[in-house]
């Protein structure tokens, strides 16, 4: 009984500091949950919730500090239950419905099939009411509108938000997701705005510009992708499926990483820390506004844009409440996120990233050790550079591990099968394809200067040939796939959990550890 004492005592004491570090985490955390029971409630989301406030039943052995911050983290579960329940509304059942209502659009794009060309509106439905009895039917729910794409028909400008009537149901592959068959003329709300029409030409312009400098069309299908996020090559989406690189495809934190990383690399020459930090966070928000705010997008930049504004006010910040943060936001901004894939692979994998590398890196120095600085100071060149490879192998494997351990089952959960060529492949293709972008933005900036936009262009497609041709000519005999329908949503949860939980156990007594030799330790 007092051993059993003790180790609550103790563990009590762990969730304090830990969440003392990283109270925004815990924030995002019970707002996550608060969401996901307002919208897509199972019973297995009560374990989750009971492992992050069970402390407040051992009150007596609970600090004062922990207990606080755990009763206003309930009082914020309950908010945020509250918050998604009366700021949503989805229809009750799947038989369509004719009404009429407000469409707000966030995105516009083509898409072509066996019927030929059409426009795609991606949006919220802000209100629908039922023509006869003028029932409210959906409210804030995400919708689709397709429009046939002619030449000579003229389209609807995607700048503001529009009355319509018509048909909504339920759409097909999202239960929580609407498309609406509009009967009539699309009437122009006053006073709204959106950017997506101005989103949709600038993608445009950059495709038409990426077209006109690139010859090969795989090439400049690609760049064109992976600069405005549309990838029209269903070939390419294929042959990048078969080794788990949709990532690349997506615009992400990945890419989001590299532009901030090239102009705060090239800012660098020119201003000081603060004045580069605001560059930045110019430059960022310009990305953003031409991308649109989708999941991983808006994820990422919100993850940067809180590091910069930490700069400025010289304070530092720490990955998982810059996270916890940036979901925060996110859930307010739009709580149905949360059932897509994106934001959970986003939102996921970087939690992984930020809490249990640390403990992967830790195991893989047993087979690849760490030296100290006089250690490597006094090595050979040669066999300091073979040194600094190393460790360049041990980090890649043990991010390998932090990523796959919540990549890999969530990809079998959602595709029933995992890439096993997709663990190879994600140690070298991401920083093949960075290169590309580079030079892709190289030769934006000097367009200005043709015969040098030109040979930067030319020498980043034959780059950019040579990258595609390790997706594209490796045998169909490398594919091999994990299979299974085993990985249930209840599983998913449970393990999701007991991961995170053990990391900050484990976390919590590896850091004492590396306390005692931090301070000799150089890679």
Not at 105 to 128: A, P
Not at 265 to 281: I, P, Q, V, Y
């Amino acid at each position: 009984m007092n051993s059993m004492k003790m180790f609550l005592e103790k563990f009590f004491r762990i969730l304090d500091t830990f969440w003392n570090l990283h109270p925004t985490l815990l924030y995002a955390l019970v707002i996550l949950l608060g969401t996901f029971f307002a919208i897509a409630y199972n019973p297995v989301l009560f374990f989750p919730l009971l492992m992050l406030t069970a402390p407040i039943v051992f009150i007596k052995m609970v600090p004062f500090s922990l207990l606080k911050r755990l009763s206003f983290a309930l009082l914020l579960f309950i908010i945020s239950f509250v918050y998604v329940k009366n700021f949503l509304q989805i229809p009750e059942n799947d038989v369509s419905q004719r009404g009429s209502g407000i469409f707000s659009i966030q995105s516009i794009e083509e898409v072509e099939n066996t019927y030929g060309k059409k426009l795609v509106y991606r949006g919220h439905i802000k209100q629908f009411r039922s023509a006869e009895e003028k029932d409210l039917i959906a409210h804030n729910v995400p919708c689709v509108v397709f429009f046939p794409h002619k030449e000579n028909l003229s389209r609807y400008s995607a700048d503001c938000d529009y009355f319509v009537t018509g048909i909504l149901e339920k759409d097909a592959d999202s239960p929580y997701s609407c498309m609406l068959k509009i009967r009539g003329a699309w009437i122009p709300v006053p006073y709204t705005i959106s950017l997506a029409e101005y989103r949709y030409l600038g993608k445009k312009y950059i495709g038409e510009y990426i077209n006109g400098s690139f010859s090969k069309k795989k090439c400049s299908d690609f760049l064109k992708g992976i600069s405005t996020g549309v990838f029209d090559d269903k070939e390419m989406k294929f042959e990048f499926s078969r080794f788990g690189l949709q990532h690349i495809m997506a615009i992400s934190g990945f890419h989001f990483a590299i532009v901030a990383g090239f102009f705060n690399f090239f800012f660098g020459f020119f201003f000081n820390k603060k004045k580069k930090a605001l560059f930045l966070m110019g430059i960022m928000c310009a990305y953003l506004l031409f991308l649109g705010p989708g999941a991983s997008v808006m994820r990422a930049w919100m993850m940067i844009m809180i590091v910069m504004i930490g700069k400025l006010l010289e304070k530092n910040g720490n990955g998982p409440n810059s996270l916890g943060m940036a979901v925060i936001l996110l859930l307010i901004w739009d709580p149905y996120l949360i059932l897509h894939i994106g934001f959970q692979f986003s939102v996921l994998v970087t939690g992984s990233i930020l809490i249990t590398y640390p403990l992967f890196d830790h195991q893989v120095q047993t087979f690849f050790p760490r030296r100290d600085l006089h250690e490597v100071i006094q090595m050979h060149p040669l066999h300091r550079h073979g040194y600094c490879m190393v460790t360049y192998i041990r980090k890649a494997i043990a991010l390998t591990f932090a990523v796959n351990v919540v990549a890999l089952p969530l990809t079998l959960y959602h595709f029933n099968k995992f890439p096993v060529m997709g663990i190879l492949y994600n140690w070298f293709f991401p920083f093949m394809v960075s290169l590309s972008i580079i030079f892709l933005i190289l030769g934006i900036l000097f367009f200005l200067l043709p015969p040098l936009a030109g040979a930067i262009n030319l020498l980043n497609q034959a780059y950019t040939q040579f990258v595609l041709d390790f997706t594209y000519r490796l045998p169909t005999g490398f594919d091999y796939f994990i299979r299974t329908r085993f990985i249930t949503y209840e599983m998913m949860v449970i393990w999701l959990t007991l991961l995170f939980v053990s990391a900050v156990l484990l976390g919590h007594i590896l850091s004492g550890k590396e306390e005692e030799t931090k301070k000799f330790s150089f890679i």
